[in-house]
T-cell receptor
Framework: DVKVTQSSRYLVKRTGEKVFLECVQD?????MFWYRQDPGLGLRLIYF???????EKGDIPEGYSVSREKKERFSLILESASTNQTSMYLC????????????????FGNGTRLTVT | AQSVTQLDSHVSVSEGTPVLLRCNYS??????LFWYVQHPNKGLQLLLK??????LVKGINGFEAEFKKSETSFHLTKPSAHMSDAAEYFC????????????FGTGTKLQVIP
C-alpha cells in the first residue's frame, strides 16, 4: 500500500512564525500535492509538483511556498503565518509525471491541523 | 474551466436504507471522475473512479456510481447504509487535457441513524 506520511498531526504556531509542513511518500510517485481543507469549501489546491525541483501554483498559492529537493519529500512553507492560514493541510501523491496517466487517483496523508494564534 | 458541485452538504439516512450522494460536474474535456471518503481525523480514501470505460462503476464497501454524460452527473449510491459509512464524501474531477490537477467538490457529510 502507498503510504503518505505527514510529519505532524497537530501544530500550533504564532502569527508571523515561519512554518514548515513536511510530507513523505514511499511509492516513488512523481506527482505530489498540497491542499488545504476548510469547512464548506472542500479541498483547494495550494501547490503541486510533478518532478524533483519542479513546482506549479495551484488555486490559492498566496502566502505559501514549497520545496521538492528529493522525489519522496514535498514541503509546504508558510513564510509568515497568519490567522487565516489556520486550516487542515493535506498532502497527496500520485504516479506518473507530466501529462501521462491523467486518471491516476491521489493517495492522501492523514493531514496536519494547523492553528495560528 | 472545470468545476464540481455536490448538491447536498449534509445527508441523513437510517441504517439499512439506500444512500444517494449527488455530484454534478462541468468540464471542457473528457473527464475522469472520482469519489473519495474521509473519516474523522483521517485523509481521503478512494472509493471508486470513472475513466471512460463502463459508465456504472463499482467501488469499495458496496458503493457504486453512474456516469451520465447527458446530465453531467456522477451520483454515488449504496443499496443499504451501514453505521460505518458515516463520513464525509468528496466528488472530484480530473481532466485529460493537462497535468494532474484535480478539482474537488465541497463535500457531503453522511449521517447514518441507527
Amino acid at each position: 500500500d502507498v503510504k503518505v506520511t505527514q510529519s505532524s498531526r497537530y501544530l500550533v504556531k504564532r502569527t508571523g512564525e515561519k512554518v514548515f509542513l513536511e510530507c513523505v511518500q514511499d511509492m516513488d510517485h512523481e506527482n505530489m500535492f498540497w491542499y488545504r481543507q476548510d469547512p464548506g469549501l472542500g479541498l483547494r489546491l495550494i501547490y503541486f509538483s510533478y518532478d524533483v525541483k519542479m513546482k506549479e501554483k495551484g488555486d490559492i498559492p498566496e502566502g505559501y511556498s514549497v520545496s521538492r529537493e528529493k522525489k519522496e519529500r514535498f514541503s509546504l512553507i508558510l513564510e509568515s503565518a497568519s490567522t487565516n492560514q489556520t486550516s487542515m493541510y493535506l498532502c497527496a501523491s500520485s504516479p506518473s509525471g507530466g501529462r501521462v496517466s491523467y486518471n491516476s487517483p491521489l493517495h492522501f496523508g492523514n493531514g496536519t491541523r494547523l492553528t495560528v494564534t | 474551466a472545470q468545476s464540481v458541485t455536490q448538491l447536498d452538504s449534509h445527508v441523513s439516512v437510517s441504517e439499512g436504507t439506500p444512500v444517494l450522494l449527488r455530484c454534478n460536474y462541468s468540464s471542457s474535456y473528457s473527464p475522469s471522475l472520482f469519489w473519495y471518503v474521509q473519516h474523522p481525523n483521517k485523509g481521503l480514501q478512494l472509493l471508486l473512479k470513472y475513466t471512460s470505460a463502463a459508465t456504472l462503476v463499482k467501488g469499495i464497501n458496496g458503493f457504486e456510481a453512474e456516469f451520465k454524460k447527458s446530465e453531467t452527473s456522477f451520483h454515488l449510491t449504496k443499496p443499504s447504509a451501514h453505521m460505518s459509512d458515516a463520513a464525509e464524501y468528496f466528488c472530484a474531477l480530473m481532466n485529460s487535457g493537462g497535468y494532474q490537477k484535480v478539482t474537488f467538490g465541497t463535500g457531503t457529510k453522511l449521517q447514518v441513524i441507527p
